[in-house]
């Protein structure tokens, strides 16, 4: 419930900014490339129970694919995502504890819809087409029950979100989203 109201509250927020006047140059157009670097809580992957070990970590790189849309204050980017999480499943008993470590290494191609609404603000929205690569190992006598699941699979991802540069170059950067993480955080570097 309170993920909910939060998620809602982001998305009212960047839709307002969307819909402000007075943009200036465009901020995200065709040739740019964008770095972001970043961590993202909670992970939508393991399930309930389960305990973060490493947040997830993330690179993605955006490049300005095309640009000039919606009177010039649009623009669309395609790029690739990174990540790595891992978590762990624990089974406490009268004589100790048993469970399961899992890994998570997502990789594939993004792409995104920017609207530039205001000086130095950069919004955008896309979907990443993922795939995951799960590993997992136990501890205790975990190995004597069923086995983890090892299967990587297929993980798409929706998200919006905001940079907002400081400088030329440098921006800090909020996503929130389905698939991966609920909200990422970080700095991005233009080039």
Do not use: C, W
């Amino acid at each position: 419930m309170k993920k909910n109201v939060v998620l809602k509250a982001i998305f009212v927020f960047l839709f307002g900014l969307s819909l402000s006047v007075g943009a200036n140059a465009q901020l995200f157009s065709k040739g740019d490339k964008v770095i972001n670097l970043g961590i993202g809580v909670p992970s939508y992957l393991g399930g309930s129970g389960y305990e973060t070990k490493i947040p997830l970590v993330s690179g993605s790189f955006d490049y300005g694919l095309l640009d000039g849309l919606l009177e010039g204050k649009a623009s669309i980017g395609v790029g690739g995502y990174l990540g790595y999480t891992s978590n762990r499943f624990n089974i406490k008993y009268t004589g100790g504890n048993y469970g399961y470590d899992f890994s998570y290494l997502i990789i594939g191609p993004r792409a995104s819809f920017h609207y530039n609404p205001i000086d130095k603000l950069d919004t955008y929205g896309g979907l990443l087409l993922g795939y995951n690569i799960v590993s997992s190992s136990t501890y205790g006598r975990a190995d004597q029950y069923v086995k983890p699941d090892n299967e990587s699979r297929f993980t798409p991802a929706l998200y919006v979100g905001a940079r907002y540069y400081f400088v030329d170059n440098i921006a800090v950067f909020a996503e929130v989203g389905y698939g991966i993480s609920l909200i990422e955080v970080g700095i991005s570097f233009k080039f």
